[in-house]
């Protein structure tokens, strides 16, 4: 497949990977207070913070063309490495849970669309936990993807993410978002850079501990209220 | 897992009150001794069903799940069943080994089907205080459900539907596939339900089990002015 269509299809919320039922942490903010005039400040926040950390993880997990010369092993022993660090980085357990979700529904696609593939075999008997940004990366590597793409895309669909889910929560038009969204590309771009470097510099030092480790303590505690709130419309 | 080892998914969909829930649970109180029975359940804002499910105490509450859909009840088992499927393989693996799942759709209208996916054959439930004409309306559910249930015979009088109008129409769309009238509070008609439940399990369990796909939503709505029938799709 050419590269950008798939890039376009990794990024389309109509391929099946659970996304629709999470909001970002959105839901719990909104119940704290957050109003329709902040979700744009909210997004750019999250492409800062915690959609850096999940970037930087996912462009390390995409791998160079050097290390996807190197053996299975020593690559699928890396990815477990890399959910190791990024356990570390997500100390809430309803978004460890979240990661997973999409990350497993994200990973059956992987998997129908290049069966053969063994890495994405090793890592889907191997991995405990399959989070979302570890899982795109494999599945840009195996489509031929950058890593600085595999970055991008793991911005885009945190931002669109938030933006889907805040037509339901609030009073905004989805036009609006759209637009919000478009206004971020350039924040997208930059941090798909940023985080495409941050891969390789740890990737040359040889430690995935290297990676971003930013945290969002706020989005952290409301995860946990919300996850033990009722009447909720989205899981995160 | 394969097709014989795990258990048979039955899904149970229905606009909103017809008595999914109800119909699942006199379910599993009238199979659970003879079959290992689980269920997921998919409601909209709460986790309302599975409670329900669980107070009626018909089957462990380990065995229930409920699974959150950000408000797309119709996407979750429809377009992307990745948070269902998920839901199932774990509460099989939990479980195990079970011999039916039923997955209960969040109630949502008559365009409503379970994705071959998710489920192996399916259940389509509506009452008759709902509107007697329903069944003439015609969708997925009501034409090519593998069981269609027209539930609530008893409050028929009441509200003044004609069951023998609702059932004929009902035939006349689907082709041969099984209806049945049926009532939970008085006599009436679970031990067909089960019988068919019963029928669908040991067709599963002899690989010859084949399903309708109900597919998109059927053409009913007919314009009089110019005699032709147009495909008309709702969106919840």
Redesign the interface.
Known sequence: MSTPVLSLLLADARTPSGGYAHSGGLEGAVAAGLRAADVRAFVSARLRTVAAVDASFAAAACGDERESAGPTDRRIHARLALDAELAARTPARPQRLAMRAVGRGLLRVGRMLWADDPLLAAYARASEWTPRPVVLGLLAAAGGLTPVEAARLTLYEDAAGVAAAAVKLLPLDAAETTAWLASLAGEIEAGAATAARAAADAAAAGSPAALPATATPALDLLSLTHHESEGKLFVS | MSAERRALRIGVAGPVGTGKSSLIAALCATLGSELRLGVVTND????EDAEFLRAQGVLAPERIVAV?????PH??IR?????N??AVEDLEAAQGPLEVVFVESGGDNLTTAFSPALADTQIFVLDCAGGDDVPRKGGPGVARSDLLVINKVDLAPLVGASVERMVSDAGARRGGRPTLAIDLRGSGGIVDVAAWVLQQESAWRAGTLVSEDPGPPAPHHLHADDGVEHAHAHSH
């Open positions: 909209i804002y709460t986790t959150q859909t950000g408000c797309c996407t979750a377009d992307d069943v990745s948070a499927l998920q």
